[in-house]
């Protein structure tokens, strides 16, 4: 594990003096606080619109920490009182929403008094206009609208008869405007150890990026172009790239539920690291086509005891070779943990398994990785 409990509760207690830091904060008035109001089976709820998702709306309730999600189909009134950062079909807009119209539609007026109605289905993003919140992590979502992310940190250090140094780094991008999505996921670890009587040695230095395009062209479904990279020193494997593109589907069950296969074809080229003391462990490039095989997805669950929400989200990449995919592949798969804390904290544990036609009996071809990481969002 990355990151021993006595560091994280020392971590964690920072973060939240920090988050919290800034003096006693004054309660506001009751018609201060009152901003957003809906109207549910005719009952009035007021609070704050978190989010416009396909399904449902987000909406944070007056003297609640909980969120609602409410299917549009049970709304007969909306009215805002903050203003909004909209995002949709390649337009940017900010105003208050004054209505709903057939489950489907949001009647928005902007800052010069034009009424617009706008699709649901077309939002890319829905966020408070800076006008209304003026914090870092506000302005940061409304500069890059259609762009949102996290990175994750995790790291050990340790010093004694032995010295170990430990360093995780995660970073997810996701830019989505209209039908084009782009993501961006890199994983790097590096970890050294030393002791008086042993040089430096390296345990880890491995990195992993797979950036890939989605086209959705027709309701769900889409055309995608993936470029995967990584090395891994300690394994032997100086360079590899797989490009490869296909089809996939993306079944929604929820808002923040979905799931996406996608198969298509690609070519894996591996180059090994020349070790010059020992030759019979240096190895030819292996270069073959491959069957791409994908799958994604995502999975919340919210009004959890203690901890209110967490998100399960993950991958599979599995590229078999065309000609002998008993002799030749390469598989990648994470499986991640997150539980938020505040609005731009979260905590992940990440599970990662590894497994590849590694030519050298004494790497292997499986291995497994568990970490414990601290999440930043934007």
Do not use: C
């Not at 549009?72 to 009215?79: E, L, M, R, V």
């Not at 004054?98 to 706008?118: A, M, P």
């Not at 894996?268 to 073959?288: G, I, K, L, M, W």
């Amino acid at each position: 594990m990355v990151l021993n409990i006595n560091k994280f509760i020392f971590l964690f207690l920072f973060f939240t003096i920090f988050l919290y830091s800034g003096g006693k904060i004054e309660k506001p008035s009751e018609e201060e606080e009152i901003k957003d109001t809906i109207v549910v089976h005719g009952m009035v709820l007021h609070g704050q619109v978190m989010n416009i998702g396909p399904k449902r709306l987000s909406f944070k309730l007056l003297y609640s920490e909980g969120i609602n999600h409410i299917a549009y189909k049970d709304i007969t009134s909306i009215h805002t009182k903050y203003n909004y950062h909209i995002s949709f079909k390649r337009m940017d807009i900010e105003g208050r929403v004054v209505g709903i119209e057939d489950n489907k539609y949001l009647k928005v007026v902007e800052e010069g008094g034009d009424q617009r109605t706008i699709k649901i289905a077309d939002i890319d993003n829905f966020v408070m206009s800076v006008r209304d919140d003026d914090s870092l992590e506000n302005i940061i979502r409304n500069t890059f609208p259609y762009t949102k992310g996290n990175i994750s940190l995790g790291f050990e250090l340790q010093s004694g008869n032995s010295d170990k140094r430990e360093i995780d780094v995660r970073l997810n991008l996701r830019h989505k405007q209209a039908e084009h999505e782009i993501k961006l996921y890199v994983d790097y670890e590096y970890d050294t150890t030393q002791t008086e009587d042993t040089p430096k040695s390296v345990n880890k230095d491995e990195l992993v990026g797979i950036l890939s395009y989605r086209n959705y062209f027709k309701n769900n479904q889409f055309y995608f172009t993936t470029l995967a990279a990584d090395y891994d020193r300690p394994r032997h494997i100086q360079n590899r790239y797989i490009p490869s593109a296909g089809y996939g589907y993306k079944f929604v069950f929820d808002d923040n539920n979905w799931l996406e296969p996608a198969i298509g074809l690609g070519y894996a080229t591996t180059s090994y690291v020349f070790d010059s003391s020992d030759p019979e462990r240096n190895y030819p490039d292996n270069d073959f086509a491959v069957a791409a095989l994908n799958l994604t997805g995502k999975y919340q669950f919210d009004d959890i005891a203690y901890i209110n929400t967490l998100i399960i989200d993950g991958f599979i990449y599995y590229y078999p070779s065309l000609e002998n995919m008993d002799e030749d592949w390469i598989f990648r798969s994470n499986l991640t943990f997150t539980v938020p804390l505040f609005d731009f904290l979260s905590i992940k544990f990440a599970y990662d398994l590894t497994n590849d036609s590694n030519p050298d009996p004494s790497v292997g071809n499986n291995k497994t990785t568990t970490k414990l990481l601290f999440g930043f969002d934007f």
